[in-house]
């Protein structure tokens, strides 16, 4: 969940709203994923990562006690996909930024975003100066 310090941090980053909009689905689970590895039984990150995630069987568990998902038991699968292709990106951020994907900040993922939003500015109109980051 995010703190409503977390919020006002992406809302002061004075982005674009599509970009704050991006930025608060990675920050969402960024979080998501930092509670389910702190609520972790110890083995659950993937057996050949060193990037500290919860693997998929963490996740289930996390997401399984969390009580607003207990009523939509649906939910789960879709957030887990989400999760995952979140953690993808996540992953190529902090590799930029030389740390593991769950040691990243509010405030390293609206610098990012705010290289990111440059970068395309900068590359002119109707061109994507990287590809677009994996989402749905």
Known sequence: MLSPEDLLELEASLLPAL????????AHSLRSLQQAADHSDGGATSPDAA?????????????????????????IPVLLEQLDKAAVQL????R????RPLQ?????LVTWGRRQADARLAAG???????APPHS
């Not at 109109?125 to 590809?131: D, I, R, Y």
């Open 19 to 26: 970009e704050r909009h991006h930025l608060r689905l990675l």
């Open 51 to 75: 990037d500290g995630l919860p693997d998929a069987a963490a996740l289930a568990r996390w997401a399984s006690g969390q009580p607003g998902l207990q009523a939509d038991p649906g939910f």
């Open 104 to 108: 990243l900040s509010i405030a390293d």
């Open 96 to 99: 930029e930024q030389q740390r």
């Open 125 to 131: 109109p109707g061109v994507n100066p990287s590809p």
């Open 91 to 94: 992953k190529a951020i902090a």
